[in-house]
């Protein structure tokens, strides 16, 4: 069986690099994007099982990017939003736009993993 694709969208390489390893400890295959644009481009060509957003980028944000993600072909993943500038639980606002979590930056990585798996198993 191959390992579950997840693709980490985030402008701070240091912390996207943290989070790449992370989860590649805990044997997820990690691809990451600089910002929003970068990411339609890999879902073009990649499929992934599940998508770590963050809010804040240059280029496409975040939320641009769920909303062009929303009006192309493309399938869409769960979705984990990763934001200095959310709290930890779910809105209304990210719900509406397709989110499954979301957890604040600086991210536990702990938290992190429980989140993830969560998401692929479909829990809340």
């Known amino acids: 069986m191959s390992a579950q694709r997840i693709l980490i969208v985030d402008d701070d390489t240091i912390l996207s690099g943290l989070l790449q390893l992370t989860l590649e400890l805990e044997g997820y295959a990690v691809t990451t994007a600089a910002n929003g644009a970068e990411a339609l481009a890999k879902l073009q060509v990649e499929k992934f099982e599940l998508i770590i957003l963050d809010i804040v980028m240059p280029t496409m944000d975040g939320i641009k990017f769920l909303r062009v993600l929303d009006d192309s072909n493309l399938e869409r993943p769960p979705i984990i939003v ?42 809340p």
Do not use: C, F, W
């Open 82 to 123: 990763i934001s200095s500038k959310a709290g930890n639980e779910l809105t209304d606002h990210y719900r509406s736009l397709g989110v499954v979590g979301i957890a604040r930056k600086p991210v536990e990585p702990n938290l992190l993993v429980q989140r993830v798996t969560a998401a692929l198993q479909g829990q």
